[in-house]
């Protein structure tokens, strides 16, 4: 079992929709979140951390769920620019960034 | 503030040759990785450095070394160059917030290497 799993989609919602991703990880001791964007042959940008239980930042609210072990992150409003691919990353003690394969999102007009 | 620098950006070797990949950041963080991203897999990690002089294996170390000489610098090796180092390679670089696991990654544009 890889160590943080996504749904690698791709996810095709129009503009203006809510979608939501997951993301699962198997080692109960990661202490770190993170949600990152990549663009198409870009560097993946640092979109939230996630340090408690979740938090909120503008249109994107990430929440964690230590018991299960997930992560997910919910896009509302949609918007052309938010297409991209979503990286879930954990990480322990800040030397071990792992990163999930990437959940592609396309907003359509 | 340039923030995470890659060089070169593009390079196409032949089996066998070698060549280095610098990595250089104007942040003053501690820690900082080398990753590479293939086609349908998440980054992987090659090795990092959680300080001046100090380096670890990452995930997939084999076929690369790496050198942290001075605190902004971090080089990436590869010895006898491969096919299946064909890859994209992202250095990225951390700090922590003294007292908490806040850790934040900040990536370089990537180098694009094809091996042939």
């Known amino acids: 079992r890889k160590e943080v799993e996504q749904d690698p989609g791709p996810f095709n919602v129009p503009e203006g929709a809510t979608v939501a991703f997951n993301c699962t990880y198997s080692n109960s001791a990661s202490q770190s979140f993170f949600w990152y964007r990549q663009d198409c042959r870009k560097e993946p940008k640092l979109l939230m951390s996630v340090y408690s239980s979740g938090n909120e930042d503008g249109r994107f609210t990430a929440q964690l769920n230590r018991a299960s072990q997930y992560i997910s992150l919910l896009i509302r409003d949609s918007k052309l620019s938010d297409s991209a691919t979503y990286l879930c990353v954990v990480s322990r003690y800040g030397q071990n960034f792992v990163f999930g394969p990437g959940t592609r999102l396309s907003v359509l007009p | 503030n340039a923030g995470v620098t890659q060089t070169p950006k593009f390079r196409v070797l032949k089996t066998g040759q070698s060549m280095t990949l610098l990595c250089a950041q104007d942040m003053n963080h501690e820690y900082m990785y080398w990753y590479r991203q293939d086609p349908g897999m998440g980054l992987r990690l090659i090795h990092y450095s959680v300080g001046e002089g100090t380096t670890a294996k990452g995930e997939v170390p084999d076929g690369y070394n790496v050198s942290r000489l001075k605190k902004q610098n971090f080089l990436l090796g590869l010895e006898s160059a491969a096919p299946s180092q064909t890859s994209v390679y992202f250095c990225?670089?951390?700090?922590?917030?003294?007292?908490?696991?806040?850790?934040?990654?900040?990536f370089g544009p990537g180098t694009r290497l094809t091996v042939t």
């Open positions: 990225a670089s951390s700090y922590s917030i003294t007292g908490t696991v806040k850790y934040e990654q900040y």
